[in-house]
């Protein structure tokens, strides 16, 4: 029997998401883009480890919003904030196994472009159109709002600026932009944040998203 792919090669590798055989190139090139691949496929984390030991450095004008300019102590003073919204995607994901890194990106680019708006004295919000950005969006500015309201009730105000919510969201979204390998089924960024809140440590304290 052929490859079911691509009904041309002999099938080599067992595809834990087709259920079945498939070629080795057809593994290669659907790999996270036609096939849903899951996390623990032995294909799968070869080819992120081969992807991790060849990783190029991302230009400056490949980063994200690459104007935008802020010290890392910044990352530091507000690490609960940035760990906050790490937490909540990935909780988010946990209840939406669909979600992808291109859908975490597009929340928290929609995010921080309205932020940004909000930092300069105007005020525009244009969310993510696809279904599962778009909930993951009002999800991130709900846990933004709760934050601020806690934060309020604490010190009789919020200490977090409208600029330093934006700075915060363009550093997460470089995070994103670093760990994911661009394929539209990628979730790598997604699996590094798992990696950065095990169960224990979410439960007894905000863990650390390390700078890239």
Sequence with gaps: ?????????????????????????????????????????????????????????????????????????????????????????????????????????????????????????????KPPEAPLAHALYSELVKFIQDFRQQDAERAGFTSLKDTEVFHLLVFLLRVAKNRTNGRSRSRRFLEFLRAQFPRAAAEREAPRIIVP
């Design 1 to 125: 029997m052929p490859c079911p792919i691509c009904s041309k090669r002999k099938p080599e590798r067992f595809c834990p998401a087709k259920g079945e055989k498939i070629c080795a190139i057809c593994c290669g090139t659907g790999r996270e883009v036609t096939i849903d691949c899951p996390v623990d496929c032995t294909y799968l984390l070869a080819a992120h480890r081969y992807e991790d030991e060849h990783r190029r450095p991302a230009a400056p004008s490949d980063l994200p919003f690459p104007d935008a300019d802020f010290s890392p102590d910044l990352i530091h003073e507000k690490r609960p904030v940035v760990s906050g919204l790490g937490l909540n995607i990935l909780k988010f994901a946990g209840n939406q196994p669909s979600l992808v890194d291109a859908d975490a990106m597009a929340a928290l680019a929609a995010l921080a472009d309205t932020y940004r708006t909000l930092g300069s004295g105007l005020y525009y919000e």
